[in-house]
């Protein structure tokens, strides 16, 4: 039997998870999450064989999750399962160490299916977007997406700054950095075009 966890914030969509999977006679679901640091914290207590999670949750997010994930002693397998079908968050969760990558369209046997891939140490992941992944490179730091993702919440340099323990000044060099990569007009336009190129 296949042990999974499900991360979904949107509570009618994680219900219909639940229940699709628990349909799969190899398949049981032990525990749902409705945000990234509660999906850490019963993946400690429960040890499940995958995690099934979004990107987009509160407190942490998918991709974060996926990272932290890999740091304990028996770390699941995990597959994004988003609506974003954006080469950048493809290859981040990649990074972070996901071993699937789907998407909410795609047709339900596919989950399961792609849970019992994964589970047995394989990758499952859209071909295309897997290809496309490798082409459209992420032009941004660690350090710069932070900033930039705060500043696209609309917070300001010196709240920013307070956040991430850093000077304005060092805000502002992020900032500025981001904007030229980018070539975007301003914080707001460079944090529109990481965020559609799913770099944010």
Do not use: C
Not at 108 to 137: K, N, Q
């Amino acid at each position: 039997m296949i042990r999974v966890l499900i991360a979904e914030d949107q509570a009618m969509v994680l219900g219909a998870l639940a229940a699709l999977l628990d349909i799969e006679t190899d398949l049981t679901v032990i525990a749902q999450a409705r945000d990234g640091r509660a999906a850490l914290a019963l993946a400690r207590e429960h040890a499940p064989d995958v995690v099934l999670t979004d990107i987009e949750m509160p407190e942490m997010s998918g991709l974060e999750l996926a990272a932290e994930l890999k740091s304990l002693p028996r770390p699941p397998r995990v597959i994004i399962l988003t609506t974003f079908a954006r080469p950048g968050y493809l290859r981040r969760a990649l990074e972070a160490g996901a071993a699937g990558y789907l998407l909410k369209d795609s047709p339900s046997d596919r989950l399961a299916d792609a849970i019992r891939r994964v589970h047995a140490g394989g990758r499952a992941i859209d071909p295309e977007l897997a290809a496309e992944a490798w082409t459209d490179e992420d032009p941004l730091t660690d350090r710069e997406r932070q900033v930039l993702r705060l500043a696209g919440e609309g917070r300001s340099g010196p709240d920013i700054a307070a956040t991430l323990g850093l000077s304005d000044g060092t805000v502002r060099n992020y900032l500025s950095e981001a904007i030229s990569k980018l070539g975007a007009r301003n914080r707001v336009d460079a944090a529109r075009i990481a965020r559609a190129r799913g770099w944010l």
